[in-house]
T-cell receptor
Framework: RKEVEQDPGPFNVPEGATVAFNCTYSNSASQSFFWYRQDCRKEPKLLMSVYSSGNEDGRFTAQLNRASQYISLLIRDSKLSDSATYLCVLYSSASKIIFGSGTRLSIRP | GAGVSQSPSNKVTEKGKDVELRCDPISGHTALYWYRQSLGQGLEFLIYFQGNSAPDKSGLPSDRFSAERTGGSVSTLTIQRTQQEDSAVYLC??????????FGPGTRLTVT
């Protein structure tokens, strides 16, 4: 089983829709969790950290479920500019950072 | 402020040649990471530096790959006797005391 698994997508949704995707992980020792966003042919950029209590940043909500070992990202009122690949990232130690292979999101007008 | 910079941005080399890729991290960032990303694939961890030392080299694909970091700042990734399967984007990232990483724009390596 992969340490981190993401649905590769693509998720194709209309502008204004709400979309959510999950990332499951197998290592219960994972300490910190993040969502990064990567635009086509660009470097990944940190989108948000994921806290145990769940956290929100504008239209984005991240949640962590340690019991079921997954994190989620929900995007409300999606914009065309949200089209990107979303990478979940797990951190167990400085040398144990695992990137998921990403979920592609495409927002259509 | 200045972000992570990498050079060259693009490199085309012939199979069998050596290449050197450079990364300038954000000033004050003690941790530096190298990753490789093939087209349409996820990030593959290569090596991590804390200061000038590399506690974890486990991700280096073969002994043709090596990396060093001097002065706790600039890092170079060297690939000897390049092969076509080395073609990828090589990304460098740095961080301070937290796991959040800041990535450079990458070096796109093409081995012909």
């Amino acid at each position: 089983r992969k340490e981190v698994e993401q649905d590769p997508g693509p998720f194709n949704v209309p502008e204004g829709a709400t979309v959510a995707f999950n990332c499951t992980y197998s290592n219960s020792a994972s300490q910190s969790f993040f969502w990064y966003r990567q635009d086509c042919r660009k470097e990944p950029k940190l989108l948000m950290s994921v806290y145990s209590s769940g956290n929100e940043d504008g239209r984005f909500t991240a949640q962590l479920n340690r019991a079921s070992q997954y994190i989620s990202l929900l995007i409300r009122d999606s914009k065309l500019s949200d089209s990107a690949t979303y990478l979940c990232v797990l951190y167990s130690s400085a040398s144990k950072i695992i990137f998921g292979s990403g979920t592609r999101l495409s927002i259509r007008p | 402020g200045a972000g992570v910079s990498q050079s060259p941005s693009n490199k085309v080399t012939e199979k069998g040649k050596d290449v050197e890729l450079r990364c300038d991290p954000i000033s004050g960032h003690t941790a530096l990471y190298w990753y490789r990303q093939s087209l349409g694939q996820g990030l593959e961890f290569l090596i991590y530096f804390q200061g000038n030392s590399a506690p974890d080299k486990s991700g280096l694909p073969s002994d043709r790959f090596s990396a060093e970091r001097t002065g706790g700042s600039v890092s170079t990734l060297t690939i000897q006797r390049t092969q076509q399967e080395d073609s990828a984007v090589y990304l460098c990232a740095s961080s301070r005391d937290t796991p959040e990483q800041y990535f450079g724009p990458g070096t796109r390596l093409t081995v012909t």
